[in-house]
């Protein structure tokens, strides 16, 4: 009998709703409902690098899609849904009152961004991050050895002191903090009490230092040390976390109800988008599946019987559990790809938007238009090692070696130099900053085997793709589904509904496979090995000179 799970991938911009056949595999329908109040550009300020998302951009979008979803089935009677399962961006943690209600909820605070999720790109803790590596590298215990040895500002406790310096009101209001991904689940199951909810392994392992061999949490010592704001919350945390294949519980009867499903579907445990989006690619072991999108998140997973007490340096985490149960899961990552692409099409589209009669052109899609046109005319452009070169650091470097304050740099700019020229470069840029995170894990011992890639650039740019696989040296596979992240979500679903015992088992079943593959062009990648050192060169200078 044909049983179906749904996977929920609540992304930067929007929910996505997925609902898959856990027999075959087939992808049935879908449905996406944009966040309303992100899209109007409230609570945040790019300038000051602050992201923030209403918790009721959540709740809303998710409704709007499940409907939407729902609607779409022919018969008008809702198939034997057995587990849903929820991926979110991360590191997105938010203050909770006692009952685990997000502050932002609350009429006092509900137009206070620091109340509200504090977005993965947020940068505003740039301070304090560096205070947790200052602090990490005299203690006792290193308690950043796992997460590359370098804590991000992009990250649980960076965002948690910050804003716990910065506002008063929330720091007392504050009773525990949440990520996005914990809170989700909590919400649909009805059992959001901090202390009770069960807590993502990916989350916590890659974004909060949490380890086993600490005993969870960084140590309260070492938080107070850190900052006095900070005693007593780590009791008001967790200790226990939970892989993305266990059952958080089941719909509650009011979610069930909004949601049109039964009060007998499984929800899992809740984890980091790129983390599901590679399950949903087919992750195997020394694979790289690379989530290509506003951002890019770099996933391997590695046998732990090898690798258990193998410490990568410079990346985003090695979590024990995090992707695949029993397989050691890392993460790297770019902060900027398609964002960087996109701030240079926004660049080039403002005046359209401006001096447009009665401001009839929308600057996104003016955006969107210009996109699609560089990325046409940079695929005809040659290649050669006297090119312009760039930077790609427009929202600081992520990995290999956190540094939220590096910027983009544009040089060898001529009066020859036009849209298409320096759009081509941009790209190579994030093409270069991707090389240089499989160079430091193999440099780290860890091979790469295999690349593929999901998201939405690998669907919509060959340019991009094929400058990748290029620059790389090496083929890149495109995973044929264009919605990894929800399906991974769906897999985790079923083996927490119990439908496979396994999450490997769930692959095999439900993947899509691929649909393209991109193989270097032998012809251009001497040009590209040349342009890949003055990258290098340049990045360098960077960092010599920070003032």
């Known amino acids: 009998m044909d049983r179906f799970t749904i996977g929920l991938d609540f992304g930067t911009d929007s929910v996505r709703a997925l609902l898959v056949n856990a027999r075959t595999g087939e992808e049935v329908l879908s449905s996406v409902s944009p966040y309303p109040r992100w899209r109007q550009g409230l609570y945040c300020d790019p300038l000051r690098a602050r992201f923030r998302q209403h918790p009721l951009d959540y709740v809303e979008a998710m409704e709007s899609c499940m409907q939407e979803l729902l609607a779409g089935v022919e018969s008008g009677v809702v198939p034997n849904i057995v587990a849903l399962g929820i991926d979110t961006t991360g590191s997105t943690p938010v203050a909770v009152n006692q009952a685990g209600t997000p502050l932002a909820l609350l009429p006092e605070f509900a137009e206070n961004p620091n109340a509200m999720f504090v977005l993965w790109k947020d940068h505003t803790a740039i301070a304090e991050a560096e205070e947790i590596n200052q602090l990490a590298r005299t203690w006792e215990t290193d308690f950043s050895q796992y997460s590359g040895g370098i804590y991000s500002s992009e990250w649980f406790w960076s965002k948690i002191l910050h804003i716990t310096r910065i506002d008063d009101a929330v720091r007392r209001e504050a009773y525990s903090w949440v990520e996005h991904c914990d809170w989700m689940p909590a919400l649909l199951c009805g059992q959001t009490d901090p202390l009770s909810m069960k807590r993502s392994r990916c989350a916590a392992g890659h974004k909060a230092m949490w380890h086993e061999s600490f005993g969870g949490l960084p140590s309260e010592d070492f938080l107070t040390a850190l900052d006095t704001s900070l005693a007593g919350l780590r009791g008001r945390l967790y200790i226990d976390t939970y892989t993305a294949d266990q059952a958080a519980g089941t719909l509650s009867a009011v979610w069930a109800e909004r949601l049109g499903l039964h009060a007998d579907v499984v929800v899992a445990v809740g984890a980091i988008d790129a983390h599901v989006g590679a399950v949903g690619a087919g992750i195997e072991p020394y694979s790289m599946v690379k989530v290509v999108g506003t951002s890019t998140c770099d996933m391997l997973v590695a046998p732990l019987d090898k690798h258990r007490s193998h410490l990568v340096r410079g990346i985003c985490g090695q979590v024990d559990g995090s992707i695949l149960p029993g397989m050691l899961g890392m993460e790297a990552g770019q902060s ?24 009839a052109t929308d600057a996104h899609e003016a955006s969107s238009s210009i996109l699609a046109l560089l990325d046409s005319h940079a695929s005809q452009l040659d290649v050669t090692a006297q090119d312009e070169v760039v930077l790609d650091w427009v929202n600081g470097r992520r990995t290999p070696d956190a540094h939220p304050g590096l910027q983009a740099w544009l040089t060898g700019v001529r009066l020859g130099t036009d849209a298409p020229r320096l759009f081509k470069a941009i790209v190579e840029a994030t093409a270069f900053g991707s090389k240089a995170i499989i160079e430091r894990f193999e440099e780290e011992g860890i091979p790469v085997k295999a690349v593929s890639a999901t998201g939405g650039i690998s669907k919509k740019s060959g340019f991009v793709m094929q400058t990748l696989a290029n620059v790389l040296g090496r083929p890149i596979r495109v995973v044929r589904s264009a919605q990894t992240c929800a399906l991974g979500a769906a ?23 691929y649909d393209r593959e991109y193989l270097p062009q032998a012809e251009k990648v001497p040009a590209y090995l040349a342009l890949y050192e003055r990258y290098k060169r340049l990045g360098h200078l960077q960092e010599d000179n920070m003032l």
């Open 336 to 359: 900027a790809f398609g964002d960087l692409y996109r701030w240079f099409a926004n660049l080039l589209a403002f005046p359209l938007a401006h001096l447009a009669p009665d401001g």
């Open 491 to 513: 897999m985790y679903a079923a083996v927490a509904g119990g439908l496979y015992d396994t999450v490997e088992e769930a692959q095999r079943a439900m993947s899509s496979g």
